[in-house]
């Protein structure tokens, strides 16, 4: 049945139906609202776990690691400057292979300081480890929560990840939202079954001194794992799918792509603003489609390749800034890498930074570029602020 | 000499604060003490983290460093280090300083650099709208404690005194004239100053806690808060005092060896 409901508590409801044994955050805007429901949620009783009020982010990711080693599923969110904050955990948390599911409502990073949203903040921890995954509106970024339990505890994947909304456009907004009943997620996600873990009669020790005879393999098995989480999500997604018929099982997904010669490529919840710009420009003649990235790490490069086969001139619109880099953004890099043998004409070009509005009449526009081959620059931006 | 309303930066009003906040008081505070100081401007530099205190410093007429959260301390340290000849102020709340900025907080006051630290002590995170810090009294309603606030809190004052500051005090926005001399003192006062303000939220925290009214926050404030001295004399006669309370006043004035004096 829909319910109508802000996306943060979307979130916060498919948290609890996962039932994490501890929830440790620090407030942080626009995260906030998921943390309060679920502060809220324990202390009534209907979410049977320990919630931590830690002095930080950093405790919150710390306290994290610890009830995982020792065990139990466990759940945190944040966001930019928050992450940042949680970066050195973040890494760890991954090394010690640990399955910790956490949310991150995307926003800018400083400085200068801003609370709106774009993508940097998940972005900048893309090689730490962490499995990324985006949903585009909130029954996607729920339903992500229940796939990404399960994937990071698939005793093949053992790798923590960030299931992504956009803040304030998807975290404080409210849509309609097919909440699944508890039954239904018990039966998809069984409790935690930790491979390695804390026990007294089998001891074990995480994060261990790696000297150079062995760092080096303790990477390659993480990298290893990170490749197995492909074919891993989709099985995951296909049984969702089955389930609940909701259909989440492509890494990416494509929308009007079939004789598309210009793509956008996107992720999160701009996808919804181009799909109807695609609309309007299909209905005027343009061949013009959208492919939607839902997991940037792992990064689907040979369905991302698939998707763009026989498309012509590419736009990837970036909410991010990979700053001196060949390209400006951080998805284009790798999109161009995934289609590079085809030689497409492929753009990175970079908008909505801070919150900044990215309307219908913007992407057309993009779109006119990537025809054009108007190189990687930046949309919308505001020339008369610049010296 | 620069008056109190040069102080201010009028550009950047109207301000963020809600109506009926205490920070504004502790702002004017500062800026009179600062003023009466004989302070100039163009030596003066505000540091702040993230919260609502810390929107404080955008609000002076003088250099500001506004920077990451629980970090004010660290970044006006390098401020003082470089330039010992600056007056560096630092406005900060009980969430950033005391949870997220704990660390900085202890070992500030241990190097005892010289420096002058206001605290906004609203007993909440207010700019993320209304969750527990370590400053909510127990059993206080937030956000994050829908039934009461059950984590000891952290006695902001006594912390800067254990950890070595070398002046010390506690006021709130009722007490104004108090709050500005001891800003002042803790100006005149070589090595780190702490100055504890309990400051009024009727927004995040009044509405949750039955202090809708600034006013009924400010009177709160008033009742709640007893004078060191007297504190002191009544545990010395073997008083019980109300673990509602707190005290106000001076905690502790020294000089012990300081970073960061003016050569």
Not at chain 1, 98 to 124: E, K
Not at chain 2, 123 to 152: D, V
């Amino acid at each position: 049945m829909l319910q109508i409901t802000e996306g943060s508590h979307a979130v916060a409801e498919a948290v609890k139906l996962c039932r994490p044994q501890v929830v440790s955050a620090y407030p942080i805007t626009p995260q906030t609202h998921i943390v309060e429901r679920l502060a809220e949620m324990v202390a009534d009783g209907d979410l049977n776990g320990e919630y931590i009020c830690v002095e930080s982010e950093f405790s919150a990711l710390s306290s994290c690691v610890g009830a995982s080693a020792a065990g139990s599923r466990v759940y945190s969110a944040t966001t930019s400057q928050g992450l940042a904050f949680m970066a050195e955990v973040v890494f760890n948390a991954a090394g010690m292979r640990l399955p910790i599911v956490m949310t991150i409502a995307n926003r800018a990073l400083g400085a200068p300081l801003n609370i709106w949203n774009d993508q940097q903040d998940s972005i900048f921890l893309r090689d730490s480890g962490w499995m990324q995954i985006y949903g585009e509106d909130a029954q996607e970024a729920m339903d992500l929560h229940f796939i990404a339990y399960k994937l990071a505890e698939r005793h093949d994947v053992l790798l923590p990840c960030f299931v992504c909304l956009d803040g304030f456009i998807v975290s404080h907004t409210f849509e309609p939202v097919d909440i699944p009943s508890q039954k239904e997620i018990d039966e998809f996600l069984p409790a935690f079954n930790p491979l390695h873990r804390l026990d007294a009669k089998n001891p074990m020790s995480f994060g261990m001194y790696a000297t150079p005879d062995c760092y080096q393999e303790f990477r390659y098995e993480i990298n290893a794992a990170m490749i197995r989480a492909k074919a891993a999500y989709r099985e995951i997604a296909a049984e969702f799918k089955a389930k609940f018929g909701r259909d989440y099982t492509g890494l990416v997904e494509g929308y009007r792509l079939e004789d598309a010669e210009t793509a956008i490529v996107a992720m999160g919840s701009i996808c919804g603003t181009a799909k109807d710009a695609i609309d309007e420009m299909r209905d005027a003649g343009e061949k013009v489609g959208l492919l939607k990235i839902r997991s940037f790490r792992p990064f689907p490069s040979e369905e991302v390749r698939t998707a763009l086969k026989g498309v012509k001139n590419i736009a990837v619109i970036e909410k991010n800034i990979s700053i001196g880099s060949r390209m400006l953004g951080a998805v284009g890099l790798e999109v161009k890498d995934a289609v590079y043998k085809d030689s497409p004409n492929i753009f990175s070009y970079v908008g909505g930074l801070g919150g900044r509005d990215i309307r219908k009449r913007d992407i057309k526009q993009i779109v006119q570029w990537a025809k054009e081959g108007r190189n990687d620059c930046f949309f919308g931006l505001r020339e008369e602020l610049l010296k | 000499m620069p008056s109190v309303s040069e102080w201010y930066r009028a550009d950047r009003m109207p301000h963020i604060f809600c109506t009926g906040c205490g920070n504004g008081t502790v702002l004017n505070c500062t800026l009179q003490a600062a003023s009466d100081m004989g302070w100039e401007i163009d030596d003066t530099v505000f540091v702040s983290g993230i919260g609502c205190s810390s929107r404080a410093s955008g609000y002076t007429a003088a250099d500001s460093l506004h920077t990451t959260h629980g970090r004010a301390l660290a970044f006006a340290t390098g401020v003082k280090m470089a330039h010992p000849e600056f007056n560096v102020v630092v406005f900060t709340g009980d969430g950033d300083l005391s949870a997220i900025g704990g660390n900085h907080f202890i070992h500030a006051c241990r190097r005892n650099i010289d420096m002058t630290v206001i605290c906004m002590n609203n007993m909440i995170y207010g700019m993320t709208g209304g969750q527990g810090s370590p400053c909510t009294p127990r059993g206080a309603f937030s956000t994050t404690t829908p039934y009461g606030a059950q984590e000891p809190t952290f006695d902001l004052a006594e912390l800067a005194v254990a950890a070595g500051a070398n002046y010390v005090s506690r006021w709130t926005t009722y007490h104004v004239k108090q709050l500005t001399d001891s800003i002042k003192t803790g100006m005149e006062t070589p090595g780190l100053s702490f100055i504890e303000t309990m400051s009024q939220c009727p927004t995040s925290y009044g509405r949750k806690n039955k202090l809708r009214q600034p006013l009924d926050m400010i009177e709160y404030l008033r009742d709640h808060s007893i004078l060191i001295s007297k504190k002191r004399r009544l545990e010395a006669e073997g008083k019980v005092i109300p673990d509602t309370t707190f005290a106000v006043g001076e905690f502790v004035r020294r000089s012990r060896p300081v970073m960061g004096l003016k050569r």
